[in-house]
T-cell receptor, first 112, second 114 residues
Framework: DTEVTQTPKHLVMGMTNKKSLKCEQH?????MYWYKQKAKKPPELMFV???????INESVPSRFSPECPNSSLLNLHLHALQPEDSALYLC???????????FGQGTRLTVV | QQQVKQSPQSLIVQKGGISIINCAYE??????FPWYQQFPGKGPALLIA?????SEKKEGRFTISFNKSAKQFSLHIMDSQPGDSATYFC?????????????FGTGTRLTIIP
């Protein structure tokens, strides 16, 4: 199983809503990531979890809050987002230490 | 500060031809260089990757050439097919516990025409 599963696939939310994105992998990977991707741009790293601990936060606004409940799950909690936060949010995982990263299909988020 | 520069931005190649995409990096601590293929509406998928201890790696129609002294690497797609039409991203990362982040190039939109 080399799959990273993200839910939901699409999400529309208002600026006052609270929502969560979910990511799951069962490959035994110890590093998990959140990326944000705008149209025609490369993925931008947001957060890295290594062994369930937050190891990298790329100065992401506090309206994005990551959570790693266990080694297989990664959540991204969203609150008070802005329209400019609309993007494809990608989850990825890797064995760690620069090993190959597997990406999920992404959640297409629209903030209205 | 962009640490991985990718060119060209877009590329049109005839079916059966060779597609070549180039990347250059600045950080000499990078030691892992993957290429990702992304179709519209999908997440990036790892295509092929190389480490600096080899100068070339081939997997089927895809080849990475790596020049450590020049800090450059490139992707060659032989016998390009319409199904190869996608956006390609080069990337680089440093080895080391807790520092597994990928730095992506800006992407190349490849179109294979019949």
């Amino acid at each position: 199983d080399t799959e990273v599963t993200q839910t939901p696939k699409h999400l529309v939310m208002g600026m006052t809503n609270k929502k969560s994105l979910k990511c799951e992998q069962h490959m035994g990977h110890r590093a998990m990531y959140w990326y944000k991707q705008k149209a025609k741009k490369p993925p931008e790293l947001m957060f890295v979890y290594s062994y369930e601990k937050l190891s990298i936060n790329e100065s992401v606004p506090s309206r994005f809050s990551p959570e790693c409940p266990n080694s297989s799950l990664l959540n991204l909690h969203l609150h008070a987002l802005q329209p400019e936060d609309s993007a494809l949010y990608l989850c990825a995982s890797s064995l760690g230490q620069g090993a190959e990263a597997f990406f999920g299909q992404g959640t297409r988020l629209t903030v209205v | 500060q962009q640490q991985v520069k990718q060119s060209p931005q877009s590329l049109i190649v005839q079916k059966g031809g060779i597609s070549i995409i180039n990347c250059a990096y600045e950080n000499t601590a990078f030691d892992y260089f993957p290429w990702y293929q992304q179709f519209p509406g999908k997440g990036p998928a790892l295509l092929i990757a190389i480490r600096p201890d080899v100068s070339e790696k081939k997997e089927g129609r895809f080849t990475i050439s790596f020049n450590k002294s020049a800090k450059q690497f490139s992707l060659h797609i032989m016998d390009s097919q319409p199904g190869d039409s996608a956006t390609y991203f080069c990337a680089a990362s440093e080895d080391g516990f807790g520092n597994e982040k990928l730095t992506f190039g800006t992407g190349t939109r490849l179109t294979i025409i019949p």
